[in-house]
């Protein structure tokens, strides 16, 4: 079993208790009917939600796939998408907080590149090309390269130094 894996139940557990801590208190400050038309609409917009987020992410990475580009950006958007509709979808009033907060356009951006930085580092570097494209090398210009007394050779050439930068997201 995974070292991660054991923690699951546990914070499946905490995470249930902090609901009901946080809809106790809702209930308390603003009435328990209203709380729980609050939690009913949130599952309910969330659930409207999951079906135009699926749907949305679906088209992108078609049309991703039919122009010949990496899918990879369309795919993350819709994770993020399709993540914070599913929090909307659990009923709940912090899980349905965290799911709006993953809808507006600039949160979902640095979700998106938080979703593309763990990708990238628990799959191959050719995989990661395939999904997002080869990325961009910045070689750096300055004080002139002093070459070791041997270089080294890969695959019958010269192997060169550079700095590997992020695409911009936008």
Same mark, same amino acid.
């Given at each position: 079993?995974?070292?991660? =894996?054991?923690?699951?139940?546990?914070a =499946?557990?905490?995470?249930v208790?902090?609901?009901?801590?946080?809809? %106790?208190?809702?209930?308390?400050?603003v009435?328990?009917? #209203?709380?729980?038309l #609050?939690?009913?609409?949130?599952?309910?917009?969330?659930?409207?939600?999951?079906?135009?987020?699926?749907?949305?992410?679906? *088209?992108g990475?078609?049309?991703? #796939?039919?122009?010949?580009?990496?899918?990879?950006?369309?795919?993350?958007?819709?994770?993020?998408?399709? #993540?914070?509709?599913? @929090?909307l979808?659990?009923?709940?009033?912090?899980?349905?907080?965290?799911?709006? @907060?993953l =809808?507006?356009?600039?949160?979902?951006? @640095?979700?998106?590149?938080?979703?593309?930085?763990?990708?990238?580092?628990?799959?191959?570097?050719?995989?990661?090309?395939?999904l997002?494209?080869? *990325?961009?090398?910045?070689?750096?210009?300055?004080?002139?390269?002093?070459?070791?007394?041997?270089?080294? %050779?890969?695959?019958?050439?010269?192997?060169?130094?550079?700095?590997?930068?992020?695409?911009?997201?936008?």
């Amino acid at each position: 079993m995974r070292r991660g =894996l054991r923690f699951v139940p546990l914070a =499946l557990l905490l995470a249930v208790i902090a609901e009901l801590a946080v809809f %106790v208190a809702v209930g308390r400050a603003v009435g328990f009917g #209203a709380a729980v038309l #609050a939690v009913f609409a949130a599952s309910l917009l969330g659930m409207v939600l999951l079906r135009r987020e699926g749907t949305r992410a679906w *088209r992108g990475f078609r049309a991703a #796939a039919q122009a010949g580009q990496p899918p990879g950006p369309q795919v993350t958007d819709g994770l993020v998408g399709l #993540a914070g509709a599913l @929090l909307l979808a659990i009923p709940g009033l912090l899980s349905g907080a965290l799911g709006l @907060l993953l =809808l507006p356009p600039p949160v979902r951006r @640095l979700a998106r590149s938080g979703v593309r930085r763990a990708t990238e580092r628990r799959v191959s570097s050719m995989v990661a090309g395939d999904l997002f494209g080869p *990325r961009r090398v910045r070689v750096r210009r300055g004080a002139p390269y002093q070459p070791p007394a041997e270089p080294p %050779v890969v695959d019958g050439g010269r192997a060169i130094e550079g700095e590997i930068v992020e695409p911009r997201q936008g």
